[in-house]
Nanobody
Framework: QVQLVESGGGLVQPGGSLRLSCAAS????????MGWYRQAPGKQREFVAS???????NYADSVKGRFTISRDNAKNTVYLQMNSLKPEDTAVYYC???????????????WGQGTQVTVSS
């Protein structure tokens, strides 16, 4: 019904930047929020940033001041601009969208497949 496709991951040196993108498509009636989580090897998935529709963006303390989340509502796309990257930012990054569809009026979280970000010299 709803698909999320991520792009933009890769290998970057410490202090560098990357921009992740995530586009939602399918039978979308309304999107209530979009955001990002990440999962490092051997660790649980953790919250990174969120952007509620018409609301205030939120960030994990570990990324405040370095990461910026933004959205293009016309394209159902969320971005994550990551600056001043650190080795501890290395993880698989997953986007999500809280979506209402015609078939499912109660909003449901859909997830992308994940994109690898590696910060290493």
């Amino acid at each position: 019904q709803v698909q999320l496709v991520e792009s933009g991951g890769g290998l970057v040196q410490p202090g560098g930047s990357l921009r992740l993108s995530c586009a939602a498509s399918g039978s979308i009636f309304s999107i209530f929020a979009m955001g990002w989580y990440r999962q490092a090897p051997g660790k649980q998935r953790e919250f990174v940033a969120s952007s509620p529709t018409g609301g205030v963006t939120n960030y994990a303390d570990s990324v405040k001041g370095r990461f910026t989340i933004s959205r293009d509502n016309a394209k159902n796309t969320v971005y994550l601009q990551m600056n001043s990257l650190k080795p501890e930012d290395t993880a698989v990054y997953y986007c999500y969208a809280d979506v209402q569809t015609a078939a499912r009026l109660v909003p449901f979280d859909y997830w992308g497949q994940g994109t690898q970000v590696t910060v290493s010299s």
